[in-house]
C-alpha cells in the first residue's frame, strides 16, 4: 500500500500562474492530470502519458526520471523537456515547494511557475 499521505491520488491541474508576470492560465477544461502512487508520478493530458519518479520530502516535492509511456512498444526515456511543459514541468529533474497540500487542494511552486490542482 502506498504511503504518501495526502499527495497519493488524483491531481487535476486548474491553473498555471507565471511568477515573472502573473499571467493565469486556466487549464480544467485541458484535462491534465498527475497521479501519485508509491514513488511514481503519472502525467496525462489525453494527447500523451508520461511517467516518472518523485520525491516527496516535507515541503520539497521533486520530479525527475520522465519516460513516455508505450507499453506496446517499450517505454522510452524522455531527453525533450518541451513535453512536460504542458504539465507545468520546465525541466527534466524539477524542484517544487509544496505550498499547500490536503484532501482537497495542492499548489506547487517552481522557480517560474505555481500550479493549483485539485484532488479529483
Given at each position: 500500500?502506498?504511503?504518501?499521505?495526502?499527495?497519493?491520488?488524483?491531481?487535476?491541474?486548474?491553473?498555471?500562474?507565471?511568477?515573472?508576470?502573473g499571467?493565469?492560465?486556466?487549464?480544467?477544461?485541458?484535462g491534465?492530470?498527475w497521479?501519485?502512487?508509491?514513488?511514481?508520478?503519472q502525467l496525462?493530458?489525453?494527447?500523451?502519458?508520461?511517467?516518472?519518479?518523485?520525491?516527496?520530502?516535507?515541503?520539497?516535492l521533486?520530479?525527475?526520471?520522465?519516460?513516455?509511456?508505450?507499453?506496446?512498444?517499450?517505454?522510452?526515456?524522455?531527453?525533450?523537456?518541451?513535453?512536460l511543459?504542458?504539465?507545468?514541468?520546465?525541466?527534466?529533474?524539477?524542484?517544487?515547494h509544496?505550498r499547500?497540500?490536503?484532501?482537497?487542494?495542492?499548489?506547487l511552486?517552481?522557480?517560474?511557475?505555481?500550479?493549483?490542482?485539485?484532488?479529483?
Open positions: 500500500m502506498s504511503d504518501n499521505g495526502d499527495l497519493d491520488g488524483n491531481w487535476q491541474l486548474t491553473a498555471i500562474d507565471t511568477v515573472a508576470t499571467g493565469v492560465r486556466q487549464m480544467k477544461e485541458s491534465t492530470f497521479a501519485f502512487q508509491f514513488d511514481m508520478l496525462r493530458n489525453g494527447i500523451s502519458v508520461i511517467d516518472m519518479r518523485f520525491n516527496h520530502d516535507g515541503d520539497v521533486v520530479v525527475n526520471d520522465p519516460y513516455i509511456d508505450d507499453r506496446p512498444s517499450g517505454d522510452q526515456k524522455l531527453e525533450d523537456v518541451e513535453l511543459r504542458p504539465y507545468g514541468i520546465n525541466a527534466l529533474e524539477e524542484h517544487f509544496v499547500c497540500l490536503d484532501s482537497e487542494q495542492m499548489i511552486e517552481s522557480e517560474n511557475l505555481i500550479l493549483y490542482f485539485r484532488k479529483f
